[in-house]
């Protein structure tokens, strides 16, 4: 397809669509033409993968294109350009204001119980230990007591998104919804959680018994 | 205690104080002389959840503004507290690009399914709904199909976080509990997340016979 087709297909305008291409998050089209290229299908599915993760994972431009890299390092092992996408996911680390080596310890004994095979310097673990410490400076130490809830609820989603993502038809496409899912999958988890806690606090701080909402 | 006090207790320094307490975000002190106040733990315990909520959740001042202005609504029900709280949290909304109509009849059915107490126009609704839609425009409409199993985990992760705020001695850390669980379990529940992703994918999709932590 022609540029234009390409841009009412993604609702991205044309202009757009260039920047990105001299940004190279978008493959060039191939040329039929000195000054007129064709583009694909898998452009218009990296386009919209592109809009995701600066409109809906607000990522700045620069990341998007370190994600990109990780998903495109076509040479590796699958399971080492799905650990460099999560890397380049991860949440930036705020500098430490607490003292994180407790915390710290306390998540590599969770991961060792729980037999996770993760590497040893993957980021999450840094930023898990840095909330869980922050938690305590907050006085709310309690609420990352129980981390083996929250790390069986995960486990158990991880089985079926993995399985879901592992059934696409190939390694690029197995690599883009790992992506997708990473992000968009956070979102689902955050907005379903506050529909959870509001239906939560009505039934168990509301006026509960005389509202009939609540049971 | 002294300004000079509370930025050495909450590493905050005095212009950044001085700042928050122009800006509203930190309550004014007790007036001891015509220009010396007096702090007390309480605008410690502000000044943290303050700069969480800058530092660790991202906001923009004007958000903070906000949400703390929810916080302090002290002539309102608790869970109408709450609730103004989760709506000040809620992710901003994305403008529409793709229909969400269906999308949103299937959270709708979700929450009357599971019989959660919802106020109709909660902002998470809305969230989800388009986080779905954009996930079948993304060809990944699979990864949102089994919406119970999300509704299941965060259910049931929700019970017991309420459960450990609405222990707080008085509704104002009760409150507070709310802003500073809603955020960094987030936080925490997606450094989980990426770790258990990492441990299924290296089972799923990596060498996994031949390696031996994998099992």
Redesign the interface.
């Known amino acids: 397809m022609r540029i234009g087709e390409l841009s009412r297909r993604s609702?991205v305008s044309v202009p757009t669509i260039k920047f990105y291409l001299r940004e190279g998050l978008l493959p060039p089209g191939e040329l039929t033409s000195p000054n007129q290229a064709d583009y694909a299908d898998g452009h218009l599915?990296r386009l919209?993968?592109v809009?995701?993760l600066i409109?809906?994972a607000g990522l700045p431009v620069a990341r998007v294109k370190e994600v990109l890299e990780s998903l495109d390092a076509g040479d590796e092992?699958?399971?080492h350009r799905?650990?460099a996408v999560?890397r380049a996911?991860?949440?930036p680390r705020?500098p430490a204001?607490s003292d994180d080596t407790r915390a710290e310890a306390q998540v590599r004994e969770l991961?060792e119980k729980?037999?996770?095979?993760?590497?040893p310097d993957?980021p999450?673990?840094a930023?898990?230990a840095e909330?869980?410490a922050?938690?305590h400076?907050?006085?709310?130490g309690?609420?990352?007591a129980?981390?083996d809830?929250?790390?069986d609820?995960?486990?158990?989603?991880?089985?079926?998104?993995?399985?879901?993502?592992?059934s696409r038809p190939d390694t690029d496409r197995?690599a883009e919804?790992?992506v997708?899912?990473?992000i968009?999958?956070?979102?689902?988890?955050?907005?379903?959680?506050?529909?959870?806690?509001?239906?939560?606090?009505?039934?168990?701080?509301?006026?509960a018994s005389g509202?009939p909402?609540?049971?």
Chains 1, 2 share one sequence.
Do not use: C, M
């Open positions: 609702g599915r919209r993968l809009r995701a409109d809906l092992a699958l399971h799905i650990g999560h996911l991860a949440p705020q204001e991961i729980r037999g996770w095979a993760i590497e993957a999450a673990i930023t898990l909330t869980i922050v938690l400076t907050l006085g709310q309690d609420l990352a129980d981390l809830s929250y790390a609820a995960v486990e158990r989603l991880a089985e079926r998104e993995v399985a879901a993502v592992a197995i919804s790992v997708i899912g990473t968009l999958g956070e979102r689902l988890i955050t907005a379903l959680r506050l529909l959870a806690q509001e239906h939560v606090s009505a039934r168990l701080l509301g006026p509202d909402r609540a049971e």
